[in-house]
Nanobody, 121 residues
Framework: QVRLVESGGGLVQPGGSLRLSCAAS????????MGWYRQAPGKQRELVAS???????NYLDHVKGRFTISRDNAKNTVDLQMNSLKPEDTAVYYC???????????????WGRGTQVTVSL
């Protein structure tokens, strides 16, 4: 079974920074795409940033230039560096790992439980 655990959320003032980390475990051989999604109260979950095993990245327009996604393929981890945070970035942030090849086979759409990010004075 593939398990994803996020860390690094918290309360930060506008203009501040946070770094989210996600570690995948479960006898993993490889992970195709890893990403961060977020869901604010009353809104749909949206893709914030994703990164392929080859390092290709994709960002939500509203976070371009402020957030940076990175991953360590050997450690099966993905990080999200968030700078110049705004109140509208407040949400629960979820880690996702797609097309995970493990000892248990290929698993798609693997999600973490989420970590709260609150941007407020």
């Amino acid at each position: 079974q593939v398990r994803l655990v996020e860390s690094g959320g918290g309360l930060v003032q506008p203009g501040g920074s946070l770094r989210l980390s996600c570690a995948a475990s479960g006898s993993i051989f490889s992970i195709n795409t890893m990403g961060w999604y977020r869901q604010a109260p009353g809104k749909q979950r949206e893709l914030v940033a994703s990164i392929t095993s080859g390092g290709s990245t994709n960002y939500l327009d509203h976070v371009k230039g402020r957030f940076t996604i990175s991953r360590d393929n050997a450690k099966n981890t993905v990080d999200l560096q968030m700078n110049s945070l705004k109140p509208e970035d407040t949400a629960v942030y979820y880690c996702k790992a797609d097309r995970v090849m493990s000892a248990g086979g290929v698993r798609y759409n693997n999600w973490g439980r989420g970590t709260q990010v609150t941007v407020s004075l």
